[in-house]
């Protein structure tokens, strides 16, 4: 803490600076305005007292000039403020290319985050400095929100979907992780850390915490188990049911004409809720997987179909690559 | 100079409302508007009075960082509960049931309201969702936030969810019935010459305040019901689990529940136009601006909605609309200010105990109506959505606004309602006491919640304590100065000087008849031949033309 009550919180992502910004400019105009209006209240009050019981002042009808003036001035300083705020909002929510997915499940009252190369972590999150992290989220019960004040970013974790999250952090250190929706009795319990470390340091970690399997690899042998491969091939080349390899990220035609981008929440949906949307050319014939599989499973499936290579070339979904570039 | 001489009765009949019968019959089964008003004002204060004790509870348990005055489960219902008889069973009858029942008949030269059975009605209705709601409190409570999110409210909680939501469904029909009267009323009973731009900025806001009412409140009826139908038979509306879609649940919520604030602020708007009038005698400057505001609010009131789900992964392009029309709709609330600051120009300000609480409001409401903007601001939101900036804006508006209109009108009515009037010295005394006590509450919780404080947190992290300990010290100012006034106004019931007719020399209809009124308001329909606020004398007024000359003449 640099002061002794501070103002604004850690600053640790890149968007930190750009709220923090618009924060000052929004504080700025609301002082100017709040101390105008307190100081000509007081010095009419004051000013034009009543001196004598009785007096009566002469009216004043009002003035088309000045509502015109008061009218226009604040929408167009509102005006600014929307835009600006708009902006950034919009810069926060295109989603990033190459960022290091994390799977992130919320459910009363824990955070329970896995990342792609297979680390498994509750309620903490370690994560390299300048990288793109982007999180995938759902919940498992109610809503959750994953809040990180220092990153000046949230998204509430939804159940029945997913949402996404991205940030890139700038500055090594332990922030506060929050839950800001209000989800039942040990809400205010539901708190962790995000761990923001060096590039080197980060894979370090990683490499001090393998044998675990990655959500791609446990996801294969799902697909295995709960027969996947008979309708939709080994390596998700198709057959009776759709080409699963090398969708991910284009859109499909449906049945009804309409195109669908193939993102998480559409494989997701899919998988639960198979007659939702058909691909054009198959059957409503694929049973609904509602209830028997949990929301880390249907994690691990989508990050195995998002794994597998356009063609159904055999691809061993085994341990990835760790993320970072630099990375042994 | 000598008072200026507005008609008043000749002599003052011995018999008004309150004398004109006797036995709790003739107060149970009365069309009177102005005693259903005091029915109002009795049931709406003992609800005020729980769920101060609420935010008592609230603000005790929050003054260390560990949870160790209450349970989490009982914080959780205390804040919810708080929550609930604050928004649905105080603040939104708060002035239209009772300050508005009484006065917007008086005000437009009527007897009564145009169905004062239906009136009753609504009263009864009102009691009846209030002993719903405090059977659900007292059998065990419910803790699912006054917002009722879904899937935890239809599914995870085990409270009395149901039972809570059948109270505040019931009491929307007495909020839907007021604002029916009210604009049948406006409509159809102005007295002769009394046209719609003579009428009070008060009754502007109450025409505007009853739109909201009977166009919003089915919405969250039909909500209430869709999480009651869900909850008990187990279909899926909002639940995913059960193929239901969580957000929607928002959506309807909002939709109500962002215009009811318009609700609870509009007729504190009315009374401020009507404060700052009256005690700087002085018409409003921008009459016709100030009263198209009000339905200017009204309207756009309903197109926002959805700026409280900017980070529930609602469209991108969505939430840039919804930001927009959140700027649009601070337009009108600016003018206001803009306009009521404008009218003390150059008037005749007295410091009587209502117009310090306009005053007050117009800082207050500065400040909520501009930290609103921050939340408008779809970036800053992101940040700040279920934060304490969150809770320290909405106090502002609705304790800050709302709240202090309601206080300042109820000082200023109260001679024209009982016939006493309250200790002067006392009400200036208790007003400052109360203006700082709210400050130092809710001004630290808007650099709490930057800082990234969560709403709805039992326990929290203890960098957060130092704004948690200011909180809870104003919290107690703030409510020893509500107690003055409590106990003062039942004082002088009794104990207090009679009042006269007109005792602030006023023009409005209302100060036209005897204090307090006679059962059927005038003695004689009143003939309205001036303008609202219009304070000196018609022969001046004449030579002064119709309202007087533009400013820049002056």
């Known amino acids: 803490m640099q ?76 005006m600014t403020m ?42 903490q999150l370690h994560v390299p400095v300048g990288r793109k992290i982007k999180l995938i989220m759902t919940s498992e019960d109610v809503i959750h929100d994953f809040f990180v004040p220092a990153f000046r970013t949230k998204m509430d974790v939804v159940p029945g979907k997913y949402t996404t999250l991205w940030f890139e952090a700038t500055t090594p250190g332990t922030y506060r992780l929050f839950c800001a929706e209000y989800c039942g009795m040990n809400h205010s319990g539901m708190i962790g850390s995000i761990i923001v470390m060096e590039p080197r340091e980060f894979d370090n970690w990683l490499s001090g915490n393998t044998g675990n399997t990655t959500p791609a690899a446990a996801g294969q042998q799902l697909y295995q188990t709960l027969g996947c491969a008979s309708c939709h091939g080994a390596n998700g080349e198709g057959g009776r049911g759709p080409t699963l390899a090398g969708v991910f990220g284009k859109t ?64 061993p979904a085994a341990p990835a690559a760790s993320p970072t570039p630099n990375a042994k | 100079m000598r008072p200026i001489e507005y008609y008043e009765p000749p002599v003052p009949s011995k018999v008004n409302y309150i004398n004109a019968q006797y036995g709790l019959k003739s107060w149970l089964l009365t069309k009177d508007h102005k005693r259903i008003a005091l029915l109002y004002l009795g049931s709406i204060t003992f609800f005020f009075f729980i769920g101060g004790l609420y935010a008592l509870m609230i603000r005790l348990e929050l003054l260390t960082p560990q949870g160790d005055f209450l349970q989490s489960a009982t914080y959780n219902k205390v804040f919810t509960q708080h929550g609930i008889i604050m928004i649905f069973f105080f603040l939104i009858p708060s002035i239209p049931a009772t300050l508005g029942n009484f006065l917007v008949p008086m005000m437009i030269g009527a007897k009564d309201l145009a169905f004062p059975r239906i009136n009753l009605l609504s009263w ?90 009977i166009l919003g409140t089915p919405v969250i009826a039909i909500t209430i019901l869709l999480l009651a139908f869900e909850r008990i038979s187990r279909v899926g509306i909002f639940d995913p689990a059960l193929g239901g879609d969580p957000i929607l649940f928002q959506h309807l919520f909002w939709f109500y529940s962002h215009p009811a604030v318009y609700i609870m602020i509009l007729p504190s708007m009315g009374v401020i136009s009507e404060l700052i009038a009256n005690f700087s005698r002085k018409n409003i400057f921008g009459y016709s601006f100030v009263a198209f505001s009000s339905l200017a609010i009204a309207v756009f009131g309903f197109l926002v909605w959805g700026h409280h789900l900017f980070v529930t992964s609602q469209s991108v392009y969505a939430g840039m609309i919804f930001s927009f029309l959140s700027f649009a709709v601070a337009i009108p609330s600016a003018i206001k200010v803009f306009n009521w600051t404008a009218t003390l120009y150059k008037s005749s300000i007295s410091y009587d105990t209502p117009m310090l609480y306009a005053l007050g409001f117009i800082g207050l409401f500065t400040i909520g109506g501009m930290t609103g903007l ?79 404080m969560p709403r709805r947190y039992h326990a929290y992290p203890p960098e957060f304590q130092v704004f948690n300990v200011l909180s809870t010290a104003g919290a107690s100012i703030l409510g020893f100065g509500m107690l003055i006034p409590a106990i003062y106004f039942v004082w002088s019931m009794r104990y207090g000087k009679h009042a006269e007719s007109n005792p602030w020399h006023l023009p409005g209809l209302e100060w036209r008849t005897q204090s307090p009124p006679p059962t059927e308001n005038f003695e004689v329909t009143p003939i309205v031949t001036w303008e609202a606020y219009e304070f000196a004398p018609a022969e001046e007024t004449q030579i002064v033309g119709k309202f007087g000359p533009e400013l820049e003449q002056i």
Request: aromatic share 18%.
């Open chain 2, 374 to 452: 921050f939340l408008a601001s779809l970036a800053v939101d992101v940040h700040l959505s279920d934060t304490y900036f969150v809770v320290a804006h909405f106090h502002y508006i609705m304790v800050g606004g709302a709240l202090m209109g309601y206080l300042g009108g109820l000082h200023y009515w109260w001679p024209k309602i009982t016939g006493r009037m309250y200790p002067e010295g006392w009400g200036r005394f208790s007003a400052l006491v109360i203006f700082v006590g709210f400050n130092l509450t809710f001004l630290p919780q808007f650099v709490a919640g930057y800082l990234g």
């Open chain 2, 124 to 213: 009864y209705i009102y009691l009846l969702g209030g002993v719903v709601t405090i059977y659900a409190l007292l059998a065990g409570g419910v803790d699912t936030g006054w917002t009722f999110y879904t899937p935890f409210s239809t599914t995870f909680s085990n409270s009395y969810v149901v039972a809570t939501g059948l109270g505040i469904f019931i009491n929307g029909f007495s909020s839907i019935l007021t604002g029916l009267n009210f604009i049948v009323t406006i409509h159809t009973m102005r007295a002769p010459g009394m046209t719609w731009f003579r009428m009070p900025l008060f009754i502007w806001a109450h025409y505007a305040t009853s739109l909201i009412m």
């Open chain 1, 252 to 315: 499909t035609q449906l049945q009804t004409g309409e195109s669908v981008p193939v993102n998480e929440a559409y494989i997701r949906e899919s998988i639960l809720n198979p007659q939702a949307k058909i691909v054009a050319g198959f059957g409503p014939i694929m049973p609904t997987f509602q209830g028997q599989i949990s929301e880390d499973q249907l994690v691990q499936l989508v990050a195995f179909i998002k794994s597998l290579p356009a063609g159904g070339q055999t691809q």
């Open chain 1, 3 to 78: 002061s002794w009550i501070p103002l604004v919180p850690d600053s640790a992502s890149t968007f930190s600076w750009q709220v923090d910004a618009l924060y000052f400019y929004l504080s700025g105009v609301t002082l100017f305005f709040t101390l105008l209006i307190s100081a000509v209240l007081i010095f009419f009050v004051i000013r034009y007292r009543r001196r004598t019981p009785y007096e009566i002042p002469r009216p004043i009808a009002g003035s088309h000039k000045l509502e015109t003036l008061w009218t226009i001035i604040p929408f167009v300083i509102a």
């Open chain 1, 82 to 123: 929307f835009g600006w705020g708009a902006r950034v909002y919009f810069e926060q929510y295109k989603s990033p290319t190459n960022a290091i997915e994390v799977y992130v499940v919320g459910k009363q009252w824990m955070w329970k985050l896995q990342h792609a190369t297979g680390q498994r972590e509750i309620n």
